[in-house]
């Protein structure tokens, strides 16, 4: 009997997510668009720098229908909201603008570029314009904020911005973009004309919503007028700002009833950047659904004419499936979940889904664009280097006998890398599972990301025909046996357990402890240690039930983590316990924690106490096993205490040096 092939379509398994779509003039293959991105990789001129065209092209590469770069500013006397943005006014720009479109196109796919002006922000320390300001700050009306005075931008001013819009347009659509986005969310210009509140003025760009959208309007017509007919033109418009200060679900839906026939395509977010309570909203943080804002394009759609993109932190191919499906939204638009894993979409449409590395809401990539002007990513080690990994992996020499000592992240990024390359990979696991601490970091309701990127890795090791052993410790005497050409250490680090008295008591529990086993706990609990891992603890510990108390010697908790984060975790925080911060732990006891502020001693009652305050290298297993071969490398948690970042980021290129 004949043995016939069974083939499948590609996209097959997702077949409304991977259908092709017409906006404008051109014709998207899928309904996946990468949403505006903007790192600060852009030089002081305001130009698109080399390592920016890199990371865009390797966006556009991933399979994605668009790649949209974002926060492109028109009018750079008035509208930088950034310390590094690129700026479409500045002289010479064109030529880097070119070459990044060129290289998006080179990588099959169409380009895109958002317009945008940051109003009142351009003059503003913002959270990220907090160095490079302009002399004055221009808003739709005058006030005075903390962050400084706000003139009300002239009519003259106005029309100055107009012309500016226009002429971004053009030169974008010359330097071959093939659509734009005009940026009308977010707390940024059109945002505060649109806002209520912020826009006070008396005139006819003041008063009725028709009024307060008039400059929005007339943008649109102005870039219709630099781009000429058919050009898409996509608008960012919130579906609700989610703050007294600016519109509501009803009102965005009539701005943009009034704006859908100047444009080709919405993309609905919603919040405000500069509203610390919003941002974790408009950027979705863990403690959101994935899709959190997609009512808001859904219900946009069914007033509308012209298709509707929806935002939310999505990554999961399934449910944009049953988005596009379901009639909630046209297209989705994704940020974050493409710097975990560029090649998202490709990995959907080949069926490979469950490879996709997963973004875990951590910011790190917004932290470190606020630190560095650069980008990284906590999962994806050649986040941000990509000129680099253009020249590709150096083959290896010769076939290594590779033993790694710990399943870990950073054991497991080596043994993937290291095996990729060629070399024969023997992975040693002291459990009877790989993860590490990835296991404890994952257990908390809101940390299911992480879980799933250790699948992801454990998935990986496998198909990489990695050796695994269990249940072994690598000593030196097995090092010795099994005698390796390289050894790879990444035993991890030991949880500190500080000389408290009374710290051997029953009713005292280690931190990775209490997280994969809440149901130690009592019902009360005390934490000592209140940075990530004990303020997370809490967090978590609410979730199952228990009343929660932070005890911290610092003077706040939660201090070590990058600020963006930090505004999302500190009000699930403030719900989840009570907090003694620059307090000093005297001694626990059968009944709690006796602790110091001030010069006076409390009690805090505690039916269970969780010892969160860090953890230590284990530097003589280290050594000892160093000293066991010629050529060795340190990983992780063993060579510094560190994030998941250092671990993957640590495993990945010392396993190119291999």
């Not at 839906?253 to 977010?269: G, H, P, R, Y």
């Not at 980008?375 to 680099?388: A, D, E, H, I, R």
Request: with cysteine.
């Amino acid at each position: 009997m004949e043995n016939k092939c069974q083939c499948h379509r590609k996209g097959e398994k997702f077949p409304h997510l991977f259908s092709p779509i017409r906006i404008g003039n051109i014709r998207l293959k899928n309904r996946i668009i990468g949403a505006p991105t903007s790192p600060g990789m852009i030089s002081t001129e305001g130009h698109v720098i080399p390592e920016m065209i890199a990371y865009m092209s390797e966006k556009a590469s991933g399979g994605a229908a668009v790649v949209t770069y974002g926060e492109a500013i028109v009018h750079s006397a008035t509208g930088k909201s950034h310390n590094v943005q690129l700026q479409l006014d500045s002289k010479g720009v064109r030529h880097s603008l070119s070459e990044m479109a060129r290289a998006i196109h080179d990588a099959g796919c169409y380009a895109n570029i958002q317009l945008s002006h940051g109003g009142k922000y351009g003059g503003l320390a913002s959270v990220g314009g907090d160095r490079d300001v302009n002399a004055v700050a221009y808003g739709p009306s005058h006030e005075v904020t903390p962050a400084g005075e706000v003139y009300e931008m002239s009519k003259d001013m106005i029309y100055e911005i107009l012309e500016s819009y226009k002429n971004a347009a053009m030169l974008c659509k010359d330097c071959g973009f093939d659509m734009v986005q005009v940026h009308a969310a977010h707390g940024w210009l059109f945002s505060q004309f649109l806002s209520p509140v912020m826009n006070q003025r008396t005139d006819e760009f003041g008063g009725s919503l028709e009024n307060r959208a008039r400059f929005l309007m007339m943008a649109l017509d102005k870039v219709r007028e630099g781009v000429g007919p058919g050009f898409p033109i996509e608008c960012r418009l919130s579906g609700d700002d989610l703050t007294p200060a600016g519109l509501g679900l009803e009102d965005c839906i009539k701005v943009a009833e009034m704006i859908q026939d100047k444009v080709d395509l919405f993309n609905i977010s919603c919040g405000n950047h500069e509203d610390p309570d919003m941002f974790c909203r408009t950027h979705p943080s863990a403690f959101y659904p994935r899709g959190v804002n997609v009512y808001l394009a859904a219900a946009i759609k069914k007033h509308v004419n012209k298709p509707v993109a929806c935002v939310g932190s999505l990554i999961d191919p399934a449910q944009m499936e049953e988005i596009i499906a379901s009639g909630q939204a046209d297209l989705v638009e994704i940020a974050r979940g493409l710097v975990a894993d560029p090649f998202l979409p490709q990995k959907a449409f080949e069926g490979r889904e469950d490879d996709i590395t997963p973004c875990l809401r951590c910011y790190e990539c917004f932290g470190e664009t606020s630190k560095s002007d650069s980008l990284k990513c906590t999962v994806n080690p050649t986040m941000g280097q990509q000129m680099g990994a253009k020249f590709g992996v150096k083959p290896i020499e010769r076939r290594k006998k590779v033993l790694i000592a710990g399943g870990g992240p950073a054991g497991m990024e080596a043994a993937i890398t290291a095996a990729n390359r060629g070399h024969n990979v023997t992975l040693v696991e002291k459990t009877d599972k790989l993860g590490g601490n990835l296991h404890p970091a994952g257990a908390p309701y809101f940390k299911k990301d992480i879980a799933d990127f250790c699948n992801v890795l454990i998935r990986r090791v496998k198909k990489a025909g990695v050796n695994v052993i269990y249940n072994t410790e690598v000593t030196p005497e097995y090092v010795e046996q099994f005698a390796p050409d390289t050894l790879m250490v990444a035993i991890g680090s030991n949880e500190f357990k500080p000389p408290i008295k009374g710290i051997d008591l029953p009713n005292v529990i280690m931190a990775i402890d209490a997280e994969l086993h809440p149901e130690k706990l009592g019902k009360k609990v005390a934490i000592i240690g209140g940075g990530l891992v004990g303020a997370e603890g809490a967090v978590s510990f609410k979730h199952e039930g228990k009343e929660c108390t932070i005890i911290e010697m610092k003077p706040d908790v939660a201090m070590e983590v990058n600020s963006f984060y930090r505004g999302g975790l500190m009000p699930e925080i403030n719900k989840s316990a009570t907090c003694y911060v620059n307090t000093t732990v005297k001694e626990i006891t059968p009944e709690g924690v006796i602790c110091e502020r001030g010069g006076e001693e409390f009690l805090v009652e505690a039916d269970s106490v969780v010892i969160a305050v860090g953890f230590r290298a284990p530097y003589d297993k280290v050594d000892a096993l160093c000293d066991k071969v010629d050529e060795y490398y340190i990983l992780g948690d063993c060579k510094k205490v560190g994030q998941i970042y250092d671990a993957i980021n640590n495993g990945y290129y010392m396993a190119l040096l291999v």
